[in-house]
Nanobody
Framework: QVQLVESGGGSVQAGGSLRLSCVASEYTYSYSTYCMGWFRQAPGKVREGVAAIDTDGSTSYADSVKGRFTVSKDNAKNTLYLQMNSLKPEDTAVYYC?????????????????WGQGTQVTVSS
């Protein structure tokens, strides 16, 4: 059972930046063979995909965050990152790290098998 632990959330003013991290453990296969990504859920809204990084290192993003967010990972540290710049109040949500074995097949909206506990991001205007 893959374990995912997020960190780095917090409160920031509009236009500010945050970097989320997600450390993975208890995976069965090599960390590099897992599709990894970030989802978010705002109050009263459905959870949505934000960004993903595939097994070949290719990335995909939701239109709402393109050009502002960057997803990356460090295979040596089993860690996934989400650099969030130019934050807007509408980015306020609980952000979840998620993964599945193998390729993403669906880009940033892939069907994840494992989820972290979530970290709150609040952007004030």
């Amino acid at each position: 059972q893959v374990q995912l632990v997020e960190s780095g959330g917090g409160s920031v003013q509009a236009g500010g930046s945050l970097r989320l991290s997600c450390v993975a453990s208890e995976y069965t296969y090599s960390y590099s063979t897992y599709c990894m990504g970030w989802f978010r859920q705002a109050p009263g809204k459905v959870r949505e995909g934000v960004a993903a990084i595939d097994t070949d290192g290719s990335t995909s993003y939701a239109d709402s965050v393109k050009g502002r967010f960057t997803v990356s990972k460090d295979n040596a540290k089993n860690t996934l990152y989400l650099q969030m710049n130019s934050l807007k109040p509408e980015d306020t949500a609980v952000y979840y790290c998620a993964t599945k074995g193998g390729k993403c097949y669906g880009g940033f909206a892939f069907s994840a098998n494992y989820w972290g506990q979530g970290t709150q991001v609040t952007v004030s205007s």
